[in-house]
């Protein structure tokens, strides 16, 4: 299979240029790259709990996803997952499905297509909280979502990679928003994190949390942050420049050599 020829570098300039100076997050040349060689096939899959908007979402990035040059299909129903045909001949999932439940097979169908090479991408609840029974799927995402203290609130999010193609270029930044306490695998790739105050839950002061990670599920890349509650968060331009960037790095997964991504955090014995 063709390997795509990317200039990343290239890629960040531009989209630091024009996505973050100019408010919104632009088509980048690492996607005009992409559309030269193969139009990608992308599931969008949204459903859950609406509190997340998952509608309103899907306004958001579908459009954006097609401006790139993918293959966008729309779904509403996780029996997607099961049409093993469609599954194997994507290059990624995006999901927006909170606090639902999953199927053995179902699940099964989406682990199989991720660990064969599809890339998975999502933000906040859509991906972070939900399937809460299904601890296989999380094994699959890195992290779980277990608390946000105070609800809506303000606090900052830190970049804390700046050499990564999806936080290259920007700075730590403010939101209002929750702000997520998570379980995470500690081999995730951190990108961003968030550092909890004393103000709602005092025991958990200075508590540091991943908002933006990465990490390879098998064969395939998997992208997440826990930003995004709600439709309106994404007017925040480095918010929305993650998830465009993540969405573009997970799609890579076929046409790329899988990076090792495993940085354990514990002393070796």
Known sequence: ???????????????????????VAGKSVLAQENSKDKNKKVLFVHGGWEGHEPLLCRDIFVPWIRQQGFEVIVSNTLDSYLDEALMSSLDLVVQ???????????SKGLRRAILSGVG???WHGGLGDSFRQDVKYQYMVGGQWVAHPGGVIDHRVNITDH???ITRGLDDFAMHSEQYYMHVDPNVKVLATTTFSDENDPWIRGSVIPVVWKK???????????LGHVAADFDVPQAR?????????????KYEETPNLVSPVYPMI
């Open 1 to 23: 299979m063709m390997k795509l020829k990317i200039d990343r570098r290239g890629f960040l300039q531009k989209s630091a240029a024009i996505g973050i100076a100019g408010g």
């Open 120 to 122: 998975l991408a999502g």
């Open 216 to 226: 390879i599920h098998g064969k395939g890349r998997v992208f997440y942050t826990s």
């Open 163 to 165: 050499e990564d193609p």
């Open 96 to 106: 927006v499905w909170t606090m639902g439940e999953i199927s053995k097979d179902q």
């Open 241 to 253: 420049a993650i998830v465009e960037r993540g969405i573009l790095w997970a799609a890579q997964s």
